[in-house]
C-alpha cells in the first residue's frame, strides 16, 4: 500500500509537470491567437473595414431628370411626362403564368411584352420589381385600380418619359431621344449615363445630349448578402439637365408649317441681326413620339416608305439647285469687282451666246425683256443679265466671292448631319470629274445653276448677310440655357462668321431696291404676292431643278407635273429697311418660285413682323 | 484506490455544494451567458433561438452537476464499455452510415447522431482507463496497446472519411498519452513521423473535397462567390470589428447575413465583428481561466483515471477554441467544429458539459482518495 501510495505520489507530480507545460503551450497558444485577431482587427482593420462598407453598402444610380426644350417665349417643345408601367415583383406572385393571363384581360399586353418579361424574371433576383407593360393608357390605369387586390406582388409605377408636346411640328428641329442601344454602350460614360434608359438620337437631343442628360445623383443604400435593399443612408440628388431655349418661336414654326398647306418643301428663317433660327421647317414631318419607347417595324416602315419622305430633313440635308436666288449675290458681285457700273445695263433678246460657240442661253421670258439694267434683272430676274455679268467674272472670282457668303460648306448651326452643299470651282471640278472647267459652265453657274447646290441654312444665311450689310453670323437654335427653372436662362452668345467685306454700301443699296422690286414693282417677278403689303420686302424668286441638269431654262414647265415640276425658291428678308428676318423657302416640285415659294414666304414674313413690331 | 466505492459515506459529500469548484462553474456559466447574448445578436434578434439555447446549456449544467456527483470510478468501470460500444457504432457507420458526400452520421429511427463525437469523450476515458492499471511512465508495450487503442476508432473515422474528426479524436487520446507522461523522445518522434506521414495522405488518401477545402483556405479570393466565400466573409466581419467592435447586434456582417454559419460555427465572427479585439480578448482569457482552472483540478485529483481523463478534457477542451478561432481568422481550412459553449446547437455543448461533469467528479472526490 505504501509503495501504491508513493507511486500515486510520483505520478500526481509527473502528471502536474506534464499539466504545467500544457498550459504554458495553451497559454502561449492564447498569446499567438490574440495577436492573429490583433493583425486582423486593429492592424488591417481599415481594409477589412472597407471591404465590410463595401459589402454592405451599394451605391444606386438615380438618373437625373432631362432638360426641358423650349421655345424662345417658353413654350414647351420636349417635355418630361409622368407615365405608368406596370411593374411585377416575380417573388410575390404565386402562379406567374396565370397572373399574366389575368393580366392580360385587363391590359394590352403583346407576345413581345411578355417574352421580354419572361427573360427577365429569368435573370433577375425574384425579389426586383420588373417592368411589364410600359405606358399605361388611362382606361388601362382605371381597370387594374379597380382589380388590384387580385394582383399582389402587381404594382403601378409611375416614371418619367420624354414627350413632344407639339408633336410633328419639331420633329426636324428636336429630334428625339431612344434607348440606349448597344451602339451608344461603347461611346457612352458609363457612370454618367447609370440609370438613364434614353438618350438623344437626333436633332437638339442628340447635339445638346450633354446639357440635357444633367448629373447622375446617388443613393447610398444598405444591402443584405442577397442584394435586398434595406435602407437608404444618404442620397446625393441627381443634377437636372439645363432646359434649352431655342430661338425658334413656336407661333412663327406653327405658320411656316401651316403656309407650305399640302406641298413639300422647307424654310429657314433666320435673324440677320444675330444668326438666331426663327423657324425651321422641313415637310412633311413625322411625330416624333413614336421613336420615343421605340418605335414598331410597321409604323417605321411607313415612315420610309411614304412617297414625300416624311424622315428626310429637308432644311438641313437637302440641297438643291439655288437657281435664280443667287442673282443678288452676283449682282452685287458686278459692282463690287468693278466689272459693272451701277447704271450699267443690258440688251435681253431672250437667248444668249457666248461668242464663237453655237451653244445658246435663254431667257425665260420669249423674246427677252429688253433694255434692263441691274435693279430691273433682279425684279424681272433676267437671265443675259447675268450669263454676261458670269463670263467676265470667271468662276474663280465668282467661286472666291460666293465663298465669302459661305457657300459650298456648312454653315455650322447646331446641329449635326448638316451638308455641305457645292460651290463649284476649277479646283472642285477637277477633283471630283478629273476634267477641266469650260466657260459653258460659267455661264449657267451664273443663274444659279449647273453644278451649284445649296441647302436652305446657306441659302437663307447668306440672305441674312445681304439684310446685315455683309455683316455673318452663325445659325444657332439653341439662344439661351437654364439650370433649373429658379434661375435666369444664361443667353448663349451669337457667333460672327468673317463678314462679306463691302466696299461701298451704295452697292448693296441698289442690289435691295432690285430685292424689293421683285415683290414691289410692277415688274417683279412676284409683285402680285408684295401688292398689298404694308411693309417691304427684299427678296427674289428662284425655279430650279433638283436633279436634272439636261433640261434648260425656259422649258415649258406647267405642262409639267410632279417630279418633273421645277423647285420653286424664294430667299429675302423684310422689313427691307431695318431687316428683322431673312429666309430661304423652297417649295419641291411647286412649279416656279413666283408662284409657289413667295407666297409662303410672304405669310412667314407676316407672321413675324405682324406679331413682333420692330422696337 | 477505489476509495469511494468502498466509503459509501465518502459518496455523499461530492453532492455538496462546496465540492462544485466554483471558480470552473463560474467560468462555465460565464462562458453560456455569452453564448446567449452573442446568439440573440446572431440570430437576428430571434428570441426563440436564445430561450432554445438557453434550455439545451440548462440542460448541459443539469447534466454536468449529476455527473459530478459519479464517483470517478463508476466512469472508469464503465469507459471499457463505451469505448466498446462507441467502437461498434463506428463500424456500423462505416457499413450502413449515411450522410451527404462522406458516411458520417447513423440513424437510429429516433436519434440521428455521428459516433465519432462520442469517441471524442470515450477514447480519452478508455486510454485513462487503462493507464490507471499501469506503471507510469508507460513502458513500450503499454503504449503498443494505447496505440491501438487510438489507431483503431482513428483510422475508422478516416474511412468515413472525416479526417478532421480524426484528428480531433487521434488528440483527444495523444493528450491522454502525454499526461501518462510519454517520453518527451517518443513526442518529439511522433511529431517528426506525422510531418513525415502527412504529404504521403494528401496524396494517397485525401478526397477532392477535402483537398478543395485546403486550397480555397490557401486563397479565399480565388473563388470568393464560391466556397472560398465562408473564410473571406469571416475575415471581413473579424477585421471589421476593429478594437472595439462596432457594438452589439450591430455588426454589418453578421446581421445582413454576409457571414454564413453565424449562429453556429462562426459566431466567433460575429463576436469579434461586434465586441472588437477587446472582447476578443476577454473570452478568450476567459477561455484560458477554464482550462487553467480545468487543468489545476485535474492535477489535484488523486486517482490516476479521474486526473487523465480531466486533464485531456481540458487540454481538448482547448484545441476546440483554437481550432474554431483559427478557422474564423482563416488561418486554418474551414471545418465544422464550433467555439465552445458559446456556438448555437445542443450536441457540442451538451456533451462539453458531460465532459465538464467528469472533471468536476475527479474534483469533487479528490479527498476521498489518498
Redesign the interface.
Known amino acids: 500500500m505504501s509503495r ?2 508513493k ?2 505520489q510520483a ?2 507530480r ?3 509537470a ?2 504545467l507545460v ?2 504554458a503551450v ?2 502561449l ?2 498569446v499567438v ?2 495577436a ?3 493583425e ?3 492592424l ?2 481599415e ?3 472597407s ?3 463595401r ?2 453598402v451599394k451605391l444606386q444610380p438615380m438618373p437625373p431628370a432631362r432638360g426641358l426644350i423650349l421655345d424662345r417665349n417658353g413654350e414647351v417643345l420636349a417635355e418630361n411626362r409622368l407615365a405608368y408601367r406596370l411593374e411585377v415583383v416575380p417573388e410575390r406572385v404565386a402562379d406567374m403564368q396565370a397572373t399574366l393571363d389575368e393580366l392580360a384581360r385587363l391590359v394590352e399586353i403583346d407576345a413581345e411584352e411578355r417574352e421580354r418579361f419572361e427573360a427577365m424574371v429569368k435573370a433577375r433576383r425574384a425579389f426586383q420589381s420588373l417592368p411589364l407593360k410600359l405606358r399605361l393608357s388611362d382606361e388601362e390605369l382605371a381597370r387594374f385600380a379597380l382589380d388590384r387586390y387580385r394582383f399582389p406582388g402587381v404594382d403601378v409605377v409611375p416614371y418619367l418619359t420624354r414627350h413632344y408636346p407639339q408633336g410633328e411640328l419639331f420633329a426636324h428641329v428636336i429630334g428625339y431621344v431612344g434607348r440606349i442601344d448597344r451602339e451608344d454602350l461603347e461611346t457612352l460614360d458609363a457612370e454618367r449615363y447609370a440609370g438613364t434608359s434614353h438618350l438623344g438620337k437626333t436633332g437638339i437631343e442628340r447635339q445638346y445630349e450633354d446639357q440635357l442628360h444633367g448629373e447622375v445623383g446617388y443613393e447610398r443604400v ?5 442584394g435586398r435593399v ?1 435602407r437608404v443612408l444618404d442620397r446625393e440628388p441627381a443634377l437636372a439637365g439645363q432646359n434649352l431655349f431655342l430661338s425658334i418661336d413656336a407661333g412663327l414654326q406653327r405658320a411656316a408649317v401651316a403656309a407650305f398647306g399640302q406641298e413639300s418643301g422647307a424654310a429657314v428663317a433666320l435673324d440677320p441681326r444675330n444668326g438666331e433660327v426663327l423657324a425651321f421647317v422641313s415637310v412633311p414631318s413625322y411625330d416624333a413620339n413614336l421613336f420615343v419607347n421605340g418605335i414598331s417595324r410597321r409604323q417605321y416602315q411607313a415612315l420610309t416608305e411614304a412617297p414625300l419622305k416624311p424622315l428626310f430633313n429637308r432644311a438641313l440635308q437637302g440641297t438643291y439647285e439655288p437657281g435664280s436666288t443667287l442673282k443678288p449675290f452676283l449682282g452685287l458681285a458686278g459692282l463690287e469687282l468693278g466689272l459693272r457700273a451701277p447704271d450699267y445695263s443690258i440688251y435681253s433678246t431672250g437667248v444668249f451666246t457666248i461668242p464663237g460657240q453655237t451653244l445658246s442661253f435663254r431667257d425665260w421670258k420669249r423674246g427677252g425683256h429688253g433694255r434692263v439694267d441691274l435693279v430691273e434683272s433682279l425684279a424681272q430676274s433676267v437671265n443675259s443679265y447675268y450669263y454676261q455679268l458670269a463670263l467676265d467674272m470667271g468662276i474663280d472670282r465668282m467661286h472666291a466671292w460666293l465663298d465669302q457668303f459661305g457657300f459650298g460648306r456648312p454653315t455650322g448651326i447646331d446641329l449635326g448631319g448638316e451638308v455641305a452643299g457645292i460651290l463649284p470651282s476649277r479646283e472642285w471640278k477637277r477633283q471630283r470629274f478629273d476634267q477641266p472647267w469650260y466657260p459653258g459652265e460659267t455661264v449657267i453657274c451664273g443663274i444659279g445653276q449647273g453644278y451649284n447646290t445649296a441647302t436652305m441654312i446657306q441659302l437663307a444665311a447668306a440672305t441674312a448677310a445681304l439684310a446685315s450689310q455683309g455683316q455673318r453670323w452663325r445659325p444657332r437654335l439653341v439662344h439661351a440655357t437654364q439650370r433649373g427653372f429658379d434661375t435666369a436662362p444664361s443667353p448663349v452668345a451669337s457667333a460672327a462668321e468673317t463678314p462679306v467685306p463691302i466696299r461701298q454700301l451704295s452697292h448693296l443699296a441698289l442690289v435691295q431696291r432690285g430685292m424689293e422690286a421683285v415683290l414691289h414693282s410692277p415688274t417683279g417677278t412676284a409683285h402680285l404676292v408684295g401688292d398689298d403689303l404694308d411693309y417691304r420686302i427684299a427678296g427674289k424668286t428662284g425655279t430650279a431643278q433638283r436633279v436634272s441638269r439636261s433640261r434648260r431654262e425656259g422649258a415649258p414647265e406647267r405642262e409639267l407635273t410632279g417630279d418633273e415640276r421645277h423647285q420653286a425658291l424664294f430667299v429675302g428678308y423684310a422689313p427691307a429697311a431695318q431687316p428683322q428676318i431673312a429666309l430661304a423657302v423652297i417649295v419641291e416640285h411647286g412649279g416656279s418660285g413666283s408662284q409657289a415659294a413667295a407666297p409662303v414666304a410672304r405669310k412667314i414674313f407676316d407672321a413675324w413682323l405682324q406679331r413682333s413690331p420692330p422696337p | ?1 477505489n476509495r469511494a466505492m468502498r466509503s459509501p459515506g465518502d459518496w455523499w459529500r461530492g453532492w455538496l455544494p462546496r465540492d462544485i469548484d466554483l471558480p470552473l462553474l463560474l467560468g462555465l456559466l460565464a462562458l453560456a451567458a455569452l453564448s446567449l447574448v452573442v446568439v440573440y445578436s446572431a440570430g437576428g434578434g430571434d428570441t426563440d433561438m436564445v430561450f432554445k439555447q438557453a434550455m439545451r446549456l440548462g440542460l448541459g449544467f443539469v447534466l454536468l452537476l449529476i455527473c459530478a456527483r459519479i464517483p470517478p470510478s463508476a466512469f472508469r468501470r464503465w469507459s471499457p464499455w463505451f469505448y466498446g460500444l462507441c467502437l461498434l457504432l463506428l463500424v456500423a457507420v462505416v457499413v450502413a452510415g449515411e450522410g451527404k458526400g462522406a458516411q458520417r452520421w447513423l440513424d437510429l429511427g429516433v436519434l440521428r447522431f455521428q459516433p465519432s463525437e462520442l469517441m471524442k469523450l470515450a477514447l480519452p476515458m478508455m486510454l485513462a482507463w487503462y493507464f490507471h492499471e499501469r ?3 508507460p513502458r513500450l508495450g503499454a503504449l503498443l496497446v494505447a496505440a491501438v487503442m487510438v489507431g483503431v476508432p482513428v483510422v475508422l473515422i478516416t474511412i468515413q472519411p472525416d479526417l478532421g474528426t480524426a484528428l480531433l479524436v487521434a488528440l483527444s487520446g495523444a ?1 491522454v498519452i ?2 501518462a ?1 510519454l517520453s518527451w523522445w517518443w513526442i518529439l518522434g511522433a511529431l517528426l513521423a506525422i510531418s513525415a506521414y502527412a504529404p504521403v495522405h494528401w496524396t494517397y488518401f485525401m478526397h477532392d473535397y477535402q483537398k478543395q477545402r485546403v486550397y480555397n483556405f490557401l486563397d479565399p479570393n480565388a473563388d470568393p462567390l464560391g466556397s472560398g466565400w465562408q473564410t473571406m ?1 469571416s ?9 472595439s467592435g462596432k457594438g452589439w447586434t450591430e455588426g ?2 453578421s446581421q ?3 457571414l454564413p454559419e453565424r449562429h453556429t460555427d462562426f459566431i466567433l465572427a460575429v463576436y ?1 465583428e461586434e465586441f ?2 477587446i472582447g ?2 476577454v473570452l ?2 476567459l ?2 481561466f477554464v ?2 482552472r480545468a ?2 483540478i ?2 489535484q485529483a ?1 486517482d ?1 483515471y479521474g ?2 481523463v480531466a ?1 485531456a478534457v481540458a ?1 481538448t477542451f ?1 484545441v476546440y477554441v ?1 481550432v474554431n ?2 478557422m474564423v ?1 482563416a ?1 486554418m481550412p474551414v471545418k465544422g467544429v464550433p467555439l465552445p459553449l458559446v456556438s448555437y446547437g445542443g450536441t457540442s455543448a451538451v456533451s462539453l458539459l458531460i465532459a465538464f461533469g467528469l472533471l468536476m467528479s475527479a474534483y469533487a472526490h479528490r479527498r476521498m482518495l ?1
Open positions: 501504491a501510495i507511486e500515486q505520478e500526481q509527473l502528471f502536474q506534464r499539466a500544457a498550459f495553451i497559454a497558444v492564447v491567437m490574440l492573429r485577431f490583433f486582423l482587427m486593429v488591417r482593420h481594409e477589412f473595414a471591404r465590410s462598407e459589402n454592405r444598405e444591402i443584405n448578402a442577397e434595406l | 484506490m506503471v507510469l511512465p493528450f502525454y499526461l507522461g466573409q475575415q471581413i466581419a473579424v477585421g471589421s470589428g476593429g478594437l454589418t456582417q445582413l447575413e454576409f469579434s472588437g479585439w476578443v480578448a478568450l482569457v477561455y484560458l482550462v487553467g487543468l489545476w485535474a492535477s488523486k490516476t486526473r487523465l486533464g487540454m482547448f483554437l478561432g483559427a481568422t488561418m489518498g
